[in-house]
């Protein structure tokens, strides 16, 4: 029997004693971008995916022979959906949009003098129809038709010959809507009166419907005020516990939450759902690093190259993954001192990644004090000396 298919009951007194549960059934939820939202796990991958790549800092730099060169930004990558747009929210809605519709849409309200886009007002995913008419492109958002020109179009998970992204939530349908219907089936069985809470049966004689609801009557309101209710030996009380398949639906919504965090490409144990093995891993450096390479690292390119569209070439735009990647001072500190013992690294670019100031004359003197000084870098073929003091 479904887990969501009306029980039979036998009885002549059964239409006095279940009520009729909601017409509606259960397993009638409708997905779309909005209710799937009320699945926990769609929540969690789609934050915490938005969450790590909207703070991800935004460069901007040109190739400069073998060098890339930090360049400044302009102001579509600080502001751009206007003032009220910084390049963090904006960055969040839009792959908010992407990783659960498969698109992001916005209209380009200014251009700058390259005519390259100025300003993009982004826009709600359902507000937008994708248009192919003879081989022109087009979109009609909110009911108004707009040249392909004046729409910024960011696709995820794109098939050939398609013109959008494809969508996870539709593609996730069936296993966000069997947690959805989940949901309401417990609260309607449950929550909304359908199931009565306890059970009093005659055990002398069969009662008529009159009977019965006489015999309701004084019991709840002896019971309401926490009075006496006095009956004969023909009369027995039960609680009504919770069914069996209680325990059913809660594996099934366990085994949703983990099915989920598979087509949203977000780690479950990221999101707390339950996980069938163990991974371990020596430091939280490298679980952000499996993190990254694994799950977020393709969508970050996707967006340095859509990105990229905005500047004028050659310049590309780049995001900054280190700010995923941040060590525990520990680990930091003995990969510093790595690469300046390696001389990868000089101790003024080392204190300037932890936001210090260049050694002064008195620091550098005060070390020479303490620690005596040190011998210069041996070049390449020369023997370190020896009795250096260290």
């Given at each position: 029997?479904?887990?969501?298919?009306?029980?039979?009951?036998?009885?002549?007194?059964?239409?006095?004693?279940?009520?009729?549960?909601?017409?509606?059934?259960?397993?009638?939820?409708?997905?779309?971008?909005?209710?799937?939202l009320?699945?926990?796990?769609?929540?969690?991958?789609?934050?915490?995916?938005?969450?790590?790549?909207?703070?991800?800092?935004?460069?901007?730099?040109?190739?400069?022979?073998?060098?890339?060169?930090e360049?400044?930004?302009?102001?579509?990558?600080?502001?751009?959906?206007g003032e009220?747009?910084?390049m963090?929210?904006?960055?969040?809605?839009?792959?908010?949009?992407l990783?659960?519709?498969g698109?992001?849409?916005?209209?380009?309200?200014?251009?700058?003098?390259?005519?390259?886009?100025?300003?993009?007002?982004?826009?709600p995913?359902?507000?937008?129809t994708?248009?192919?008419?003879?081989?022109?492109?087009?979109?009609?958002?909110?009911?108004?038709e707009?040249?392909?020109?004046?729409?910024?179009?960011?696709?995820?998970?794109?098939?050939?010959?398609?013109?959008?992204?494809?969508?996870?939530?539709a593609?996730?349908?069936?296993?966000?809507?069997?947690y959805?219907?989940i949901?309401?089936?417990?609260?309607?069985?449950?929550?909304?009166?359908?199931?009565?809470?306890?059970?009093?049966?005659n055990?002398?004689?069969?009662?008529?419907?009159?009977d019965a609801?006489?015999?309701?009557?004084?019991?709840?309101?002896?019971?309401?005020?926490?009075?006496?209710?006095?009956?004969?030996?023909?009369?027995?009380?039960?609680?009504i516990?919770?069914d069996?398949a209680?325990a059913?639906?809660?594996?099934?919504?366990?085994?949703?939450?983990?099915?989920?965090?598979r087509?949203?490409?977000?780690?479950?144990?990221?999101?707390d759902?339950?996980?069938?093995?163990?991974?371990?891993?020596a430091?939280?450096?490298?679980?952000?690093?499996?993190?990254?390479?694994?799950?977020l690292?393709?969508?970050?390119?996707?967006?340095?190259?859509?990105?990229?569209?905005?500047?004028s070439?050659?310049?590309?735009?780049?995001?900054?993954?280190?700010?995923?990647?941040?060590?525990?001072?520990?680990?930091?500190?003995?990969?510093?001192?790595?690469q300046?013992?390696?001389r990868?690294?000089?101790?003024?670019?080392?204190?300037?990644?932890?936001?210090?100031?260049?050694?002064t004359d008195s620091?550098?003197?005060?070390?020479?004090r303490l620690?005596?000084?040190?011998?210069?870098a041996?070049?390449?073929?020369?023997?370190?000396p020896t009795?250096?003091?260290?």
């Open positions: 029997m479904s887990l969501f298919s009306r029980r039979s009951v036998q009885g002549p007194t059964a239409a006095e004693l279940i009520p009729p549960r909601p017409a509606q059934r259960a397993g009638g939820v409708t997905v779309t971008n909005e209710t799937a009320r699945h926990s796990a769609v929540w969690a991958c789609l934050r915490l995916r938005a969450n790590l790549i909207s703070t991800m800092p935004v460069d901007v730099y040109r190739r400069v022979g073998e060098m890339k060169v360049v400044p930004k302009p102001p579509v990558l600080v502001n751009p959906g009220r747009v910084g963090m929210e904006w960055l969040y809605s839009t792959q908010f949009d990783d659960r519709a698109n992001a849409f916005g209209l380009i309200t200014a251009r700058d003098g390259l005519g390259l886009p100025a300003r993009i007002d982004l826009v995913v359902a507000d937008v994708v248009l192919m008419r003879k081989g022109v492109l087009k979109y009609r958002i909110a009911g108004v707009f040249e392909a020109r004046e729409v910024w179009h960011e696709r995820q998970y794109t098939m050939a010959g398609l013109h959008v992204g494809l969508s996870p939530i593609y996730a349908a069936w296993s966000i809507g069997e959805l219907s949901q309401q089936f417990a609260l309607d069985w449950f929550g909304n009166g359908a199931v009565p809470s306890a059970h009093l049966k055990t002398g004689k069969t009662i008529t419907p009159g609801e006489e015999t309701k009557r004084r019991f709840k309101a002896s019971t309401a005020n926490q009075d006496v209710f006095v009956t004969g030996n023909d009369w027995e009380y039960s609680m516990q919770a069996a209680g059913d639906w809660i594996e099934a919504k366990r085994y949703s939450v983990g099915d989920i965090a087509f949203f490409d977000c780690p479950g144990d990221l999101i759902a339950a996980a069938g093995g163990s991974m371990t891993y430091n939280i450096t490298q679980r952000n690093l499996q993190l990254l390479v694994m799950h690292g393709p969508a970050v390119i996707r967006r340095e190259d859509a990105l990229s569209g905005l500047t070439r050659p310049r590309f735009v780049k995001l900054n993954t280190d700010a995923l990647l941040r060590m525990d001072p520990q680990t930091r500190a003995a990969m510093l001192r790595t300046i013992e390696s990868q690294l000089a101790p003024s670019e080392a204190r300037e990644l932890e936001d210090r100031q260049p050694f620091q550098l003197a005060e070390f020479d620690f005596g000084t040190q011998n210069p041996p070049t390449a073929g020369a023997s370190a009795g250096a003091t260290t």
